[in-house]
DNA sequence: TTTGTTGCAAAAATTTTGCATTGTT
DNA sequence: AACAATGCAAAATTTTTGCAACAAA
């Protein structure tokens, strides 16, 4: 089903379906919101070695068909996030544990617009990202 | 006025005021958002030169200071924003000319307490980021 | 067989750090 | 005099790129 998915996209920009691509794109999909540092170790510790570049420029190909996106969250580092069969989100983080929760709100994007057209601006797109401390764990509840 | 500020708040810390502080608070103040290696061309546009270590080095210390805010804005390079007297603010970037304009909504903070609330979420700070086109300039206005 | 992809190492890009020297308090 | 800050160059960090070998269409 992926697999066919990755396929046809690449096809359509006469790109190659590589078995890098397939495993990389399987590891994508297992999880949310990912370094392409971790992605590589994840996929070293199943004893693949892909290169790291490879991964990066996976990561990047994914981007450009619609199935990741790039995040930042204040880190250095790049977040891919996964946003296959997914609406699109914003973002609450845990800056205790790093927890990262996806949620949607219309009512924000309301208003967003209205923001934006008040302010003579056709909007296109929007990053929202909600920073605190989640109350799941003992070490998170806030104080 | 911003000099007898700058001395306060690093006497607190028991900092000390140079020349350099100086130099480089003056000019971050006259921008609103600003890369250190802008600032650094804009000095040196000025015929002084000082170390680009010690722009990052200051331009960090007002971040302390609670003079400046790190902003990413998607690009690779950091952006310094000047919030000295501001209000807290987000942000309206044109995809086309770059133009950042700030704005604030008490109604979507609202909303936002709301959604950190029903996700068991203390929230503590938030980024909120528009993009899109602005209609200010020819060049500018939307398709 | 043609064209795209990989892996590696090297380079790029951005920011931080070590250390001898200099400036502030 | 004591301590902090600067400047420079070197290092660190993260990501991209060039190129020869390889794999997919």
């Known amino acids: 089903m992926t697999e066919g998915l990755l396929k046809s996209q690449l096809a359509k920009k006469h790109l190659k379906l590589t078995r890098q691509r397939e495993i990389i794109l399987d590891a994508f999909l297992k999880n949310d919101h990912i ?4 992605l590589y170790s ?13 991964i990066y420029r996976t990561l990047n190909l994914l981007c450009e068909l619609g199935i990741g996106q ?6 250095s580092k790049v977040l891919y996030d996964n946003v296959l ?16 929760t996806e949620f949607e709100c219309p009512d924000i994007e309301k208003i967003q617009e209205e923001m934006a057209e008040r302010n003579c601006f056709v909007l296109e797109r929007h990053r929202l990202e909600l920073y605190g401390h989640c109350k799941d764990t003992e070490k998170c509840h806030a104080s």
Chains 1, 2 share one sequence.
């Open 85 to 100: 069969n997914k609406k699109h989100h914003d973002h609450l983080i845990c800056i205790q544990c790093g927890k990262i």
């Open 42 to 54: 994840q996929i070293s510790n199943g004893n693949i070695h892909l290169g790291l570049a490879t």
């Open 70 to 75: 790039q995040r930042h969250f204040g880190d």
């Open 35 to 38: 370094t392409a540092e971790d």
